[in-house]
Nanobody, 124 residues
Framework: QVQLVESGGGLVQAGGSLRLSCAAS????????MGWFRQAPGKEREFVAA???????????YYADSVKGRFTISRDNAKNTVYLQMNNLKPEDTAVYYC??????????????WGQGTQVTVSS
């Protein structure tokens, strides 16, 4: 399994920005699908974004409708790190954000490795 450590959460006002980072262990990081999920109090965990390697030697990016146009997932394979840039944050983005990794990505399928989570709080 891949070990994941998130950072970058915090308190921000509505309309502000945060960038989450997720540092991963492992020598095959570049081929792993990486994802971000979030869980708000009293709600189920939900998908936010993912990035995966495709057969044309490029990365595909996927986003939940609720964050399209505001969040951007990216990765730096040299640093074994995946990022989530979050702009124009809204109070409803408040949640614990989790980084996840797996060998492949499939919509709706759970990831095999998870980080401990980082809290994001957006004040109105």
């Amino acid at each position: 399994q891949v070990q994941l450590v998130e950072s970058g959460g915090g308190l921000v006002q509505a309309g502000g920005s945060l960038r989450l980072s997720c540092a991963a262990s492992g020598r095959t990081f570049s081929s792993y699908a990486m994802g971000w999920f979030r869980q708000a109090p009293g709600k189920e965990r939900e998908f936010v974004a993912a990035v995966s390697w495709n057969s044309w030697s490029a990365y595909n990016r996927y986003y939940a409708d609720s964050v399209k146009g505001r969040f951007t997932i990216s990765r730096d394979n040299a640093k074994n790190t995946v990022y989530l840039q979050m702009n124009n944050l809204k109070p409803e983005d408040t949640a614990v954000y989790y980084c996840a990794a797996d060998k492949t990505y499939a919509a709706g399928r759970d990831f095999g490795s998870w980080g401990q989570g980082t809290q994001v709080t957006v004040s109105s």
